[in-house]
């Protein structure tokens, strides 16, 4: 970079440069893909706030030449079932009291697991990280009805019974664990990355303090970690509410358990239900990871370039 | 009904605090336990507590199902009897499955083709742009909107009203009768559909593509600009000549991770055609197979598949953290 440094260019240079960069066609290119972009999940949200007769009636773009607003459609999704189907709040119950452990498991083991990884010394230890790397990419089908049927009937070779049938299908328990599973590998690589960073004085002059392997855990590792276990959490809630098919195998078809995707995903495909429930309910559904987008959009990112720029 | 209602959640309710609850409380004992240790115990103590438990799930839970599921797909429907390659023959004979398996590779194609294409035309246009986040904010959006949630939007873009002389409620149909093309079904006719699906993967994906690329343009030196911009070189060559190969490494990443995920589309197949009208797709199909026409055999064929194609992609990955590694 020597040769290039020095050719520094001159202010005036220097905003002429920018301005053929900001090039008004470009930027009105890129104003445009973004409206473009926007448009589609615009048009859902205003449709959601029309009264019934209007939605299937007109186009959601009239609204703005005849605004008549109501919210008629969150309440009747919400609070009003139909038939043997519960009302979308107790979806919406669901989706939360899945994904909050779904979120809390996997990352509390993934942060230890990367804490061992990364500074433990032991025969194995890259086998073991690099298998965990691959791991990353076995598709969930792959594991599915196996893991399953774990859940279901327990693990039993030959006369020897490994793991017992626990009873637990039909509640959270094997969402929650499905989901803990699926979410270790890309976790547990992602905090070993950052955890790597911490430099090695720091170790040693905590042991030398005499400080042990687990207030070492609690004193200096997990307060550094902050930072990427904030980008990591964002990763896996936005996961984990947003999954569908995890809810739908591991939910083992229970309404009382399935999460607000499951729900809506039966929704679009019955049609039973008009466009006024259906745009209602997915805006429900989209809202929570929207604000927690918009909140967190920088860890959300941070994450993102963790996992994947490279070099 | 509000009434039945709170009968399932309380009981659900509790099930969720006590288990958050419990999780807190074995680990605090752990960490009880193992901080005041002697010294020796704690050296095996703290593979059991850091990796055991991580290490227990992956095992059971990820590598034993996996390799019993390559096993299944050795087996009949009900998974009891040896039949060889059967199921894979069936894959590849069968014109439904043919059909399944192209219509994969079409969105294994365009998918990430389109979105790192798009999502490279914004990030090199909203490079040195002023207020370039609203921009990029709006394309990522869709990122954190579900499938299922996508699914819902884009049926309702593709909405067909099939009587006439009632006016389109969905965007594009009103768009088509506006600029004199005959409303349709977009969603059914092949082998068009397909592409109206795999426009709601990409809408989803460019915002990833993006946001990636953009943070590795920035970490393209100016000064490597700005000598480009003595040399005279135009918008153009300077996108050919300097921003392509100095993101390389990064494009590369990017157009695999978006393969990958793409692979295991199933949800917005499932969601806005159910798979019909020809638009079937791998993961889909697995699915039905496995939890619909309960036949294990074949939809674990269709799962092994699936990640045989995954594999290349693995070992490149692979490859490249070994080398990165090595050169720190």
């Given at each position: ?311 | ?218 970490n393209i030196p100016d000064e490597v600009v700005e000598a480009a911009m003595l040399d005279g ?96």
């Amino acid at each position: 970079m020597a040769n290039t440094a020095s050719l520094r260019l001159s202010p005036l240079q220097k905003k002429r440069a920018k301005d053929i960069f900001s090039s008004p066609i470009a930027s009105a290119a890129a104003v445009i893909i973004a409206v473009l972009w926007t448009i589609p999940t615009f048009g859902l949200l205003v449709s959601s706030i029309r009264p019934e007769q209007d939605i299937n009636n007109s186009g959601w773009w009239t609204f703005f030449v005849n605004p008549s607003v109501s919210f008629a459609n969150y309440e009747k999704v919400l609070f009003v079932g139909t038939g043997v189907n519960p009302p979308m709040f107790q979806y919406f119950f669901n989706s939360l009291a899945v994904t909050i452990p779904a979120v809390i498991f996997p990352i509390t083991l993934a942060v230890f697991a990367a804490y061992a990884l990364a500074w433990f010394e032991f025969k194995g230890r890259d086998f073991i990280f690099f298998s965990i790397f691959a791991l990353q990419v076995v598709p969930l089908q792959l594991t599915l009805v196996p893991l399953l049927q774990l859940f279901a009937k327990g693990l039993v070779i030959g006369e020897t019974t490994i793991i017992p049938d626990l009873g637990i299908t039909g509640t959270y328990i094997p969402i929650w664990i499905a989901h803990t599973i699926f979410g270790l590998p890309l976790a547990i690589f992602l905090l070993h990355n950052f955890l790597r960073q911490i430099p090695r004085e720091l170790v040693e002059a905590a042991r030398v303090d005499g400080a042990n392997w687990f207030t070492m855990f609690t004193k200096i590792v997990l307060p550094l970690s902050v930072p990427a276990i904030a980008s990591f959490l964002i990763f896996q809630f936005l996961w984990v509410w947003n999954d569908l098919l995890v809810g739908l195998t591991f939910g083992a078809g229970s309404k009382s358990v399935a999460p607000m995707t499951v729900r809506l995903a039966e929704m679009v495909g019955t049609r039973g239900s008009g466009w006024e429930v259906l745009t209602a309910g997915a805006f429900i559904s989209i809202i929570v990871p929207l604000i927690v987008f918009f909140a967190l959009q920088r860890y959300f990112v941070r994450g993102l370039l963790a996992g994947s720029v490279k070099g | 009904m509000r009434g039945s209602t709170w009968d399932v959640i309380a009981p659900n309710l509790t099930l969720l605090v006590i288990s958050l609850v419990a999780f807190a409380a074995v680990i605090y004992a752990l960490f009880l336990i193992g901080s005041r240790a002697s010294v020796r115990w704690q050296g095996w103590l703290r593979y059991g507590v850091f990796l055991g438990p991580a290490l227990l799930l992956l095992v059971v839970g990820l590598i034993y199902p996996a390799l019993r599921t390559i096993w299944m797909s050795f087996m009949d429907k009900r998974a009891e009897n040896f039949i060889g390659f059967d199921n894979y023959i069936w894959a590849f004979t069968i014109p439904e499955i043919q059909l399944v398996l192209r219509n994969t590779i079409l969105w294994v194609v365009f998918v990430p083709l389109l979105s790192t294409l798009i999502g490279l035309a914004i990030a090199y246009m909203t490079d040195r742009m002023k207020s370039a986040s609203v921009v990029k904010s709006l394309v990522f959006m869709p990122m954190a909107i579900s499938f299922v949630g996508a699914s819902v939007i884009w049926s309702f873009v593709y909405n067909f009203e099939p009587n006439p002389n009632d006016p389109e409620i969905g965007l594009l149909n009103a768009i088509a009768r506006v600029v004199g093309v005959e409303p349709r079904n977009w969603l059914l006719e092949p082998p068009w559909n397909t592409f109206f699906l795999i426009l709601v993967l990409v809408w989803i994906q460019t915002g990833f593509a993006m946001v990636i690329l953009s943070a590795a343009m920035k970490n393209i030196p100016d000064e490597v600009v700005e000598a480009a911009m003595l040399d005279g070189a135009s918008n153009w060559r300077r996108f050919i000549r300097v921003t392509l190969p100095m993101i390389r490494g990064t494009l590369v990443v990017v157009l695999t991770t978006i393969t990958i995920g793409t692979l295991k589309v199933f949800d917005i197949v499932r969601t806005m055609t159910g798979g019909n009208f020809q638009t079937n797709v791998i993961a889909n199909e697995m699915y039905a197979q496995s939890f619909r026409q309960l036949n294990y055999g074949q939809g674990s064929a269709l799962a092994v598949i699936l990640f045989v194609g995954v594999i290349p992609i693995i070992w490149y990955n692979v490859r490249q953290l070994r080398l990165e590694r090595t050169e720190r």
